[in-house]
């Protein structure tokens, strides 16, 4: 999370620093009071309990097996909440380093909980170094304490620099391993580094070992060998669905967007720092879920808790069964999403600064209140069954008008068609294109032929959930459109991990049943993300023979006669040949970390290298005539032009006489998926000088902004207005000063060019 938990209570309260947010505890507790001087609101004949609080500092709640209920807190100690009542005595007090985000901050019980009591612990300790540490402890059978001297080490990560981005998520998945979230540590880069463990998630066995089938299984360290998926931030959160193992993990923005990410697939890569949110990006999967730092419908700054929803017995209404709760530090909500990523509202104004959900075995929803220090319960005392919701779905689209903007643009104005409609108000928006309304249409809308598919979602009012339509708009203005009748083809069944070998022929035929048609259509498929050496061959055949070793996430994608589509990945992991291996140091494969496309002819290649044969002294790397020798351990980054397909790469390591050689066709891979763009110049950045501020006003530098009108606007927790400035022509660093409102609080500012925005907040003391 990025905050530093430490909020006090009472008419003295201490500084919070909070890092990257930069919140200040006293503010916050204002801020949070007046939110909670509005009444709670939940769904009908919902209601919160107070099951304890005298909570020092919360920061996890994870029921256990036998139904107790485990709480950590931020400074060591481990409570136990036990027939409704909090014990006084810890389960375990552990001597933590609690500065800023570090402490205590994850729980998991073994699967086997019940016979070999075993319980998981994430926290910060200062032993040698100060650095994050995953142990093992073991319960006492008959009481509410730990064994004595029963802690084993499993994992200890890097020296801790930074006091925050430490993540502390931890679970068991379906399939028994122990899954870790490790922050980046205020340290971006870190998070696209496979040498270290920062911004990842990590998988390992129960007693600490790495699993033989983990993305990175064959690399020579540990610490890679380690990793399940990276390009992360804060991931704060990890949940495993039961019975599906679908496994979300809640990370923390920066200054743009909170993101759900999906890492039920390993070697996954999120992006993080080159994309924050949704990314055109084909090397980066997008999030299942984000929301964005201040909009109509969501407004929060830091994702905390989430949890799935299967309990094994429940009185909730059914409708809420297999959805996702999450919630947000800044604001008082929670919300929920369905295994799309569609979101509804569920609760509003409650206790504050949330930082844990947990589904308990009472099939009650939990969750953790950091402003009360207190723990809560979520109850629905309506009927057994509610009735059924009215079947309400988006069936077609009317388009009333399609005109030429420019060649590659066009202004469309359409009206979405509905079924199960009721008197009550419809919210329609159009998924990366308009904003939600009320409006009943029709709506216009500026397109680019690019992007002939647009996803259309709409929420009836009094109703869980949005419904989605997909719709082919080019082909409609093109005047080919199915009837409304078309339905999108579905995923009937998800490929399993594939795996090949270095030099060795591959052929994977896409099974007929993994896609499903309504309209019985004949689906075309259509394949991105594929590694070097292999092609798609229609119908459903990929084959080729593997170049270079490495982890892809491939896309599979079908498509209907009516332009409706609908796709499923599937990772394939190339390892190096089991023939001829080499006998000594060499360059054995790449793994293609990243491939941005800078303008036609050009792109940024990330890479790494992969070796054998090491023996632990350093590595001098150059690729030849584009890079000159270095040591660092990659990744690397390099601008190259396609025209040069083809690059060699040397290494020479400290103590062998031997150069090893590698040639490595890049443009394979990297424009399998990737996407052009246009070159451009450095980015839009904002940097606040002196933040906190005591200040009415505060100064602000603008780069990426040379030669453009550039406005600025402060915002208040309302969304008002509060100070604005403008400069007509930037210069290549601006700065400026902005007012701010004359109330101590938080405050968003926003930067506005004619080429993009930016927005951070400030915090005036």
Partial sequence: MENNYNVTKGLSARKLFYSGLCLLSQVLLVWVLSNRAHAQ???????????????????????????????????????????????????????????????????????????????????????????????????????????????????????????????????????????????????????????????????????????????FANAPLDVTRRIWAYGLRNPYTIAVQPGTGRIFVNDVGQNNWEEINDATVGGRNFGWPQAEGPSNNPNFVNPVHAYPHANNEEIGCSITGGTFFNPATTNYPAVYIGKYF????????????????????????????????????????????????????????????PEPPTDFAITGVTLNNCSVISPGQRSLTFTPQYTGQTTQPITF??????????????????????????????????????????????AACNGNSPGSGNTAPIVANTIGAQSGQVGQPFSFIIPANTFSDANNDALTLSVTGLPAGLTFVAPNTISGTLDAQGVSTVT????????????????????????????????????????????????????????????????SFSVVNEMLPTTSPGPYSLRIYTDNPTIVLKATQQGTPTEASFTYTWVNSCLSGARRMAEQAEALSIRVLGNPTVSETVDVEVRGAAGQRVQLKTLDSRGQVVGQAIVNQAGTAERITVPLGRSAGMYLLRVYTSTGQRTTKVLRQ
Avoid at 103 to 125: H, K, W
Wanted: proline residues 9%.
């Fill in 41 to 215: 609101t939940y769904p009908a004949n919902f209601s919160q309990v107070l099951v304890a609080n005298g909570i020092n500092q919360p920061t996890v709640v994870v029921p256990a097996p036998d139904g107790r209920i485990f709480v950590a807190e931020q400074t060591g100690a481990l409570r136990v909440v036990k027939n409704g009542t909090l014990l006084p005595t810890p389960f375990v007090q552990l001597p933590v380093n609690a500065e800023g985000e570090r402490g205590l901050l994850g729980i998991a019980f073994d699967p086997d909980f019940a016979s070999n009591q075993y319980i998981y612990l994430y926290y910060t300790t200062s032993a040698g170094t100060i650095h994050n540490r995953v142990s093992r402890f073991t319960a006492q059978a008959n009481a509410d304490e730990v064994v004595p001297g029963s802690e084993t080490v499993l994992l200890d990560t890097e020296r801790l620099e930074a006091s925050n981005h430490n993540g502390g998520g931890i679970a068991f998945g379906a399939d028994g391993k122990l899954y870790i979230c490790v922050g980046e540590n205020s340290k971006p880069d870190s998070a696209q580094t496979l040498t270290n463990h920062l911004g990842k998630v990590l998988r390992i066995n129960p007693d600490g070992s790495i699993p033989a089938d983990n993305p």
């Fill in 326 to 385: 999450y919630q947000d530090f800044c604001r008082p909500f929670i919300n929920l999403i369905d295994v799309a990523g569609n979101k509804s509202p569920f609760a509003n104004s409650i206790p504050g600064y949330g930082v844990s959900m947990a589904t308990g075995p009472d099939g009650n929803l939990y969750f953790l209140s950091r402003a009360d220090g207190a723990l809560y319960q979520i109850v629905y005392t309506g009927p057994d069954e």
């Fill in 429 to 474: 928006r159009v998924v990366n294109e308009s904003l939600p309304t009320t409006n009943p249409g029709p709506y216009t809308i500026n397109l680019y032929t690019d992007n002939p598919s647009i996803v259309l979602r709409a929420r009836l009012d009094g109703m869980p959930g949005e419904v989605s339509f997909t719709y082919n708009w080019l």
């Fill in 556 to 619: 599979v994608m079908a498509t209907d006669p009516g332009s409706l589509s609908v796709s499923t990945q599937f990772t394939l992991t190339v390892t190096p040949g089991s023939t001829n291996p080499p006998s000594g140091f060499a360059i054995t494969g790449v793994t293609l970390n990243g491939c941005e496309s800078l303008s036609p002819g050009e792109r940024r290649l990330i890479f790494t290298p992969q070796y054998s044969g090491l023996n632990g002294q350093p590595v």
